[in-house]
């Protein structure tokens, strides 16, 4: 079992899913390269830890199936504006915070916030059910929206997106590339 962290027990860390070097032997090479930008962003923005906002942050600005997800229209662009400002305004009290869902407050030692750590477990997931070996970005995506107390739910928020919706709309997606009727 990888890092476990003093206080947690055993069980709960098995529930949150494979972290760090295991979730990553997982993703498309694209994804790949979306983990690499966010820990780009987290050295450079003074962050501790990859969180969510900065996975759907490099996200949108490297996939252009995950932007086709959010339809015409400036969502996007408004969404962009949000997480850029993510150093300054609003994004100041991230920093000295952990995401988590207050079920377990902790800080990881792999780099990941719990939610994040979490996420990308569960994007593996979603990509496997679909039958395919390594997670892509829109299983991020999904992954992503459909944590209701992400950072990057936040950032969704903020933008006008509904979460729900898009989520719906992403697994309707996924349904009708296996041939099953979302």
Do not use: C
């Amino acid at each position: 079992m990888g890092y476990v962290q003093q206080g947690i027990p055993h069980q709960q860390a098995a529930e949150r899913g494979p972290v760090g070097v295991d979730v990553e032997a997982h993703l498309s090479a694209q994804l790949a390269a979306v983990v690499a930008g966010a820990r780009r962003r987290v050295v450079r923005d003074g962050d501790r830890q990859i969180d969510t906002a900065h996975l759907l942050h490099t996200l949108l600005e490297s996939d252009p199936e995950v932007r086709e997800a959010f339809g015409s229209g400036p969502q996007v662009a408004r969404l962009l504006g949000y997480l850029v400002q993510r150093s300054i305004g609003y994004g100041l009290r991230w920093q000295s915070s952990v995401e988590d869902t207050g079920a377990i407050a902790t800080v990881s030692g792999d780099g990941w916030s719990p939610v994040a750590a979490g996420v990308m477990a569960a994007a593996y997931e979603r990509a496997t059910r679909r039958g395919e070996r390594l997670a892509a970005g829109v299983d991020l995506l999904a992954a992503l929206v459909a944590e209701p107390k992400s950072r990057a739910v936040e950032v969704l928020g903020r933008a006008g997106v509904d979460a729900g919706e898009l989520l719906a709309r992403l697994d309707g997606a996924a349904g009708h590339e296996q041939g099953v009727e979302a």
